[in-house]
T-cell receptor, first 112, second 115 residues
Framework: ETGVTQSPTHLIKTRGQQVTLRCSSQ?????VSWYQQALGQGPQFIFQ???????GRGNFPPRFSGLQFPNYSSELNVNALELDDSALYLC???????????FGPGTRLTVL | SQKIEQNSEALNIQEGKTATLTCNYT??????LQWYRQDPGRGPVFLLL???NEKEKRKERLKVTFDTTLKQSLFHITASQPADSATYLC??????????????WGLGTSLAVNP
């Protein structure tokens, strides 16, 4: 186990709703990255937080937003959910931006 | 365009054989490349990291090579076992500075080891 936890494990929402996913990082890690993984695809980088500041963003619209807290835990918020947002959302903590990523178990989001 | 490619077809091999997976990239000068294993419905698990100045890295039955001229990494599992069945992902450090530096992921290759 990596020590990275995510909640909830599964979530079902309807189109247009908002969702908040949570992640606690591994002890000693100050960087958290969020990824979206559709079935059969590789992880797509959403954004990364380093010491509470956004430190890079992938090709995702502004309705995907995040936060990192002083204890380095993090939230991913998605507004105005669309059907295509259905995916496994992974968070990973690391000691630096592109260091080895320690992934949580993921949150499976289904948008109906 | 910048991209990273892994063999898209699932790989089926017989137990005991060596599995070889490829990861090719274009338009990057990565400082290093990482390989991960992912089981269905779970997060990827780190396996090996190889730096640009390293030709080969080994860990138990795993071996990774990195050819920056060919822009290719090969991932080998020797004496494969059914428990090695999973999806294997490569991730490339794009290099650069600050916010521009990130990990880019391949789509993964599904490996099935048959008993």
């Amino acid at each position: 186990e990596t020590g990275v936890t995510q909640s909830p494990t599964h979530l079902i929402k309807t189109r247009g709703q908002q969702v908040t996913l949570r992640c606690s990082s591994q002890s000693g890690h100050n960087t958290v990255s969020w990824y979206q993984q559709a079935l059969g695809q590789g992880p797509q980088f959403i954004f990364q937080y380093y010491r509470e500041e956004e430190n890079g963003r992938g090709n995702f619209p502004p309705r995907f937003s995040g936060l990192q807290f002083p204890n380095y835990s993090s939230e991913l918020n998605v507004n105005a959910l669309e059907l295509d947002d259905s995916a496994l959302y992974l968070c990973a903590s690391s000691q630096a931006a592109t260091d080895t990523q320690y992934f949580g178990p993921g949150t499976r989001l289904t948008v109906l | 365009s910048q991209k990273i490619e892994q063999n898209s077809e699932a790989l089926n091999i017989q137990e005991g054989k060596t599995a070889t997976l490829t990861c090719n990239y274009t338009n990057y000068s990565p400082a290093y490349l990482q390989w991960y294993r992912q089981d269905p419905g779970r997060g990827p698990v780190f396996l090996l990291l190889i730096r640009e100045n390293e030709k080969e890295k080994r860990k138990e039955r795993l071996k990774v090579t990195f050819d920056t001229t060919l822009k290719q990494s090969l991932f080998h599992i020797t004496a494969s076992q059914p428990a090695d069945s999973a999806t294997y992902l490569c991730a490339l450090d794009t290099g650069g500075a600050g916010n521009n530096r990130k990990l880019i992921w391949g789509l993964g290759t599904s490996l099935a080891v048959n008993p």
